[in-house]
């Protein structure tokens, strides 16, 4: 399952692409440690990196930016901006978004009940967590001025999965 938007994702990318993984890894991650992170990148899974992607971006900005999320009535607007609108095509639409069939209702969930509704990161900052050991104390900083700003729960559960596959191989060692 994908909780970002293609849109969000390209602008992720854009904001983080002065880092690769293996310099973001460089500065977030204590130095001492980053010989146990060499291979982290090819035993991480995309969530993971997405969240890196996200966490050199915080780095970057000093975690004092919020992420542009994609407007909920942005596939409703670029529908509108064609010349013509068919009536087909705009049922349709209406149609996916609306009804579910009582096997998906009963047994598939849906979008809504899949997406995290909330995570660790609304209640405590990351240097009252177990995450920061791994951590450099500019990153830990970093990290918990954006956790204050109360960003989107797309990208703050992004950034915890991170911070766990993080933390998961920090415990191996």
Not at 14 to 22: E, G, V, Y
Not at 34 to 41: G, I, R
Request: glycine share 2%.
């Amino acid at each position: 399952q994908n909780y970002l938007s293609s849109n969000q994702i390209k602008y992720i990318s854009l904001m983080s692409s002065t880092f690769s993984i293996s310099e973001t890894l460089q500065k977030i991650i204590k130095p001492d440690l980053l010989k146990h992170y060499e291979d982290w990148e090819k035993y991480s899974n995309d969530k993971e990196k997405k969240g890196l992607k996200l966490i050199a971006a915080i780095y970057k900005h000093k975690g004092l930016k919020k992420f542009r999320a994609e407007a909920p009535s942005k596939k409703f607007t670029n529908f509108n901006t064609h010349e013509e609108i068919d009536i087909k095509k705009a049922e349709e639409m209406y149609r996916k978004n609306q009804v579910s069939s009582y096997y998906t209702s009963e047994f598939g969930g849906g979008d809504q009940e899949s997406k995290p509704q909330n995570n660790i990161l609304r209640y405590q900052k990351v240097s009252e967590m177990d995450f920061k050991q791994c951590l450099s104390p500019l990153a830990v900083q970093f990290l918990d001025n954006w956790v204050e700003l109360k960003d989107e729960i797309d990208f703050c559960e992004l950034v915890l999965l991170c911070l766990r596959s993080l933390y998961a191989r920090y415990k191996s060692i």
